[in-house]
């Protein structure tokens, strides 16, 4: 379903060449939206995409874009049409090897190793059959592929806290201290309990929203809130998990420090928290007026 609209606007031969062989593994690609001046502000990107007869050529840089040093080609979003606004962004198909395109340089991310990277674009021709779906098209397949990955990045952040839930329930029983387990002790208890609950309830948030996306129903207010929850609630769960482990959670060895670095990044991937706030109340407020 994350390739639904993806498949429905793009042509045969777009299909065979590169969305059968992602479906299958045998390629990956990147996600090439974001920019130095333009993150939340989609409307603000700078990339552009000029028509020279039967191509397009693309000159820009996009900044902190996962996987992209080891995409088999990647999903550029470029402004056509600058007078246009938003509706002037368009979505190109992009193999790797095009002359043009380069990882220039890899990010030292929080959490994600070697996997951020930026991408340049200078003289980056591009057959006008890579442009998938229609001109100025490309921020609504950009908002369809960031809802459905806000509920798929929050399923990964549930099954991240139902680790740490699992690994700290048995460190509570193992763990001894004044002649008993560290999980006898209320306070310890009190840890565990709003771990379990948060985290059924970002279960229930997580499957609503994939009913929705699967039944093809509107779900930007609940992939925000979905994202947003889930987010937060890993955060505290890996804090949590710190200090009910004590001395032993902040060992390298333990990897519970990792999973605290990697936990951080998800509150400003796919939208801050204060984006999904925004976003959310935006909508209240605007059914609210209807």
């Known amino acids: 379903h994350v390739f639904k609209l993806w498949f429905s606007v793009s042509r045969e031969e777009q299909r065979r060449r590169f969305l059968a062989p992602l479906v299958a593994g045998d390629v990956t690609t990147c996600f090439a939206l974001s920019e130095a001046e333009a993150g939340s502000d989609l409307a603000g990107l700078r990339t552009r995409a000029e028509r020279r007869g039967d191509r ?3 000159d820009g840089v996009k900044n902190i874009i996962s996987n992209a040093a080891q995409a088999d080609f990647a999903m550029v979003f470029a402004v056509t049409d ?14 790797a090897d095009t002359p043009g395109f380069r990882v220039s340089r890899t990010h030292d ?8 990277a930026e991408i340049s674009f200078d003289g980056c021709e591009v057959p006008a059959a890579n442009v998938l779906g229609d001109e100025g098209q ?3 397949l950009a908002m369809d592929w960031i809802n459905g990955n806000r509920v798929r990045t929050s399923a990964w952040m549930a099954g991240g806290t139902r680790h740490l839930l699992a690994r700290s329930s048995h460190f509570a029983g193992q763990r001894r201290q004044f002649g008993a387990p560290i999980g006898s002790f209320q306070a310890i208890q009190i840890k565990l309990a709003d771990m379990a609950t948060e985290l059924f309830a970002a279960e229930q948030m997580i499957l609503r929203s994939a009913w929705l996306r699967d039944h093809g129903q509107d779900l930007r207010r609940e992939a925000s809130m979905t994202k947003l929850f889930c987010s937060e609630m890993v955060n505290r769960a890996a804090w949590e998990a710190m200090q009910i482990h004590g001395g032993a959670g902040c060992l390298r060895e333990t990897g519970l420090e990792r999973i605290y670095r990697m936990a951080r990044v998800f509150t400003v991937v796919e939208g801050t928290s204060e984006i999904q ?4 109340a935006r909508s209240l407020l605007k059914h609210a007026a209807a």
């Open 56 to 58: 397009y050529v693309l």
């Open 138 to 140: 490309g921020l609504l």
């Open 82 to 95: 600058p007078s246009a606004g938003a509706r002037g962004v368009t979505c190109f198909l992009v193999p």
């Open 277 to 280: 706030r925004v976003s959310i």
């Open 109 to 116: 991310c929080v959490g994600f190793k070697g996997y951020q």
